[in-house]
């Protein structure tokens, strides 16, 4: 008998929220950040002053009450004209479709008066208001993802429209590979978990993801980083990180038993790509729960 046959059901939600590098400062007008990209989004208020940034060959002024965001691995320059004050934060989200829809929809600068900017105002400021504090305890932490999350369903609402299957084919494809690569990462930890060892059938493979869709390798790679920002293992890495994160606040699981169910061929190799994502030891990570200060 199913008892939960007339249920009415909510999703499931099984994404990681990253919020980093969030930082406020009063720079001299001599200021300026050389010339670099991030894998993840770049968000910059203006708090008073003026600000130039230039992404790739155009350049916007940034004037006191300006936004601007900038997506994951766009080249970008950024320096100061007067009395800047300004504040800053990157963040990153492993849902697919979402990634794609804040690409693809956002602009870079949004103006004072923009009813984004409008919009968004009363969240960033909350959030600056945070980084004059001492220490975060679990209270403050959720204030971050709250208003982050806002934050997202602003991003959301105001890139939301039909999508032309034409004009996307392309970004939809390089979507169903990262869906592929996320669901197949969640299952392998789980039959890991489950059974104690993986088959070859059973590891989430970039290779895998590409014939899923039926296009060549090399049209996969680049459609997939033209999309994301990120090469399609750059992403499978990220979500191995981001699953390792979760198993290692789990005592009951040891670094060995994490580094098998991710499907690294050994420990070391395991702890040198967690260390070159989150800049600490899985080790360190497990005594703390906590990513360094950015």
């Not at 870079?108 to 400021?125: R, W």
Request: proline share 4%; aromatic share 14%; hydrophobic share 40%.
């Amino acid at each position: 008998m199913d008892f939960l046959k007339n249920a009415k059901k909510i999703p499931a939600l099984d994404w990681n929220l990253t919020f980093f590098g969030a930082h406020e400062q009063q720079v001299a007008d001599s200021w300026i950040v050389p010339f670099e990209k991030h894998y993840a989004f770049e968000c910059i208020y203006i708090l008073d002053g003026q600000e130039f940034a230039k992404i790739y060959d155009n350049i916007y002024t940034l004037k006191t009450g300006d936004f601007l965001i900038i997506p994951p691995e766009f080249l970008h320059q950024v320096w100061a004209d007067y009395n800047l004050k300004y504040f800053c934060f990157h963040f990153d989200i492993d849902d697919p479709t979402l990634k794609v829809q804040l690409i693809k929809g956002l602009n870079f600068h949004y103006p004072k008066k923009s009813s984004l900017t409008t919009n968004l105002k009363s969240h960033l400021l909350k959030l600056d208001a945070l980084a004059s504090l001492s220490s975060y305890d679990f209270d403050t932490k959720m204030i971050i993802q709250i208003e982050l999350s806002k934050i997202l369903q602003i991003f959301y609402q105001s890139t939301e429209s039909p999508q032309n299957s034409n004009a996307t084919t392309s970004t939809e494809y390089a979507r169903i590979m990262a869906d592929f690569l996320k669901e197949k990462m969640i299952n392998q930890v789980l039959s890991y978990i489950k059974n104690g060892h993986l088959s070859d059938t059973e590891l989430a493979t970039v290779s895998a993801s590409i014939q899923k869709v039926g296009i060549s390798s090399g049209y996969g790679f680049r459609i997939f980083k033209e999309t994301f920002g990120i090469s399609p293992r750059q992403y499978l890495s990220k979500l191995k990180i981001n699953e390792a994160k979760k198993l290692l606040v789990k005592p009951q699981y040891s670094i060995n038993d994490i580094s098998e169910a991710l499907g690294y061929t050994s420990v070391a190799n395991f702890s040198r790509q967690f260390k070159r994502w989150v800049k600490i030891s899985p080790s360190s990570f497990r005594k703390t729960g906590n990513i360094p200060k950015w």
